[in-house]
């Protein structure tokens, strides 16, 4: 899984640049698809639009947004089966947010083939 980050300067840069930006992801979602390694994926809403959930002695909190320290979030994401690691994080390296923030490669467990 290919974990999508995003923070207010790097979500700037895509608002000003977003003809640019998205012709990038065009054409590498394509190629994705075309190498059958797309699996799928989705952007995901603002921060401020989510909500915690934490249970506590068997009573749930609720609270607005995550609990953010840091400035970066969770923007989206991007499930790929690929052959390898390396080729997973060579993906993740042609993502315009590894250039404007950040993208994390995380493999996902497979509890059936294990």
Known sequence: M???YSNPASKQ???DTVDEVMSEVDALMKE???SGELVGG???AEPADSRTVRVRDGVPAVTDGPFLEAKEYLAGY???ECDSLERATD???RWPDARLCAMEVRPII???AE
């Open 2 to 4: 290919l974990l999508i």
């Open 13 to 15: 840069v895509v608002a």
């Open 32 to 34: 994705l698809s075309e």
């Open 42 to 44: 989705q952007a995901l």
């Open 78 to 80: 991007l499930i790929v």
């Open 91 to 93: 993906i993740a390296a």
């Open 110 to 112: 497979d509890e059936v």
